[in-house]
């Protein structure tokens, strides 16, 4: 087998329930040194995303939820859920991590599969 072909498995952390996150609001999930957002739309819809805007490390949990996007605090940049990459003119991104919803339990894999730029 090379290099190529070694596939992880994929460990999924329960972080809480979707009753734990108000709609368009966030609850933050700490591992190590790293602090995950994690976000809940209004039509209930989970993304998770390093908590650090791409700009200024502004608290993006601080921020506001709208569609599927979220605007730091600090300098109303605007962050997609999805992607974490900043939206219109601004440049950069923040990790994602992959969310998976069981019933209403929140399950997250901390490995991120997108990294910060």
């Known amino acids: ?9 994929v460990v999924w952390v329960l972080v809480g329930t979707i009753d734990d996150i ?3 609001g966030s609850r933050r999930v700490q591992k190590g040194q790293t602090r995950i957002a994690v976000f809940r739309t209004a039509d209930d819809r989970i ?3 390093e908590d650090r805007c791409p700009h200024k ?3 993006l949990s601080e921020g506001i939820v709208h569609d599927a996007c979220v605007t ?3 300098h109303n940049w ?8 900043a939206q219109g003119a601004d440049y950069g991104r923040s990790a994602t ?19 910060a730029c």
């Open 22 to 24: 108000p709609r368009q």
């Open 78 to 85: 605007v962050i997609s859920l999805e992607t974490g990459e």
């Open 47 to 49: 993304f998770a995303i």
């Open 97 to 115: 991590f992959p969310v998976r919803v069981e019933g209403r339990s929140i399950y997250l894999d901390l490995m991120p599969t997108t990294a």
């Open 72 to 74: 730091c605090p600090l």
């Open 57 to 59: 490390n502004g608290p």
């Open 1 to 9: 087998m090379n290099a190529h072909s070694i596939q992880m498995d």
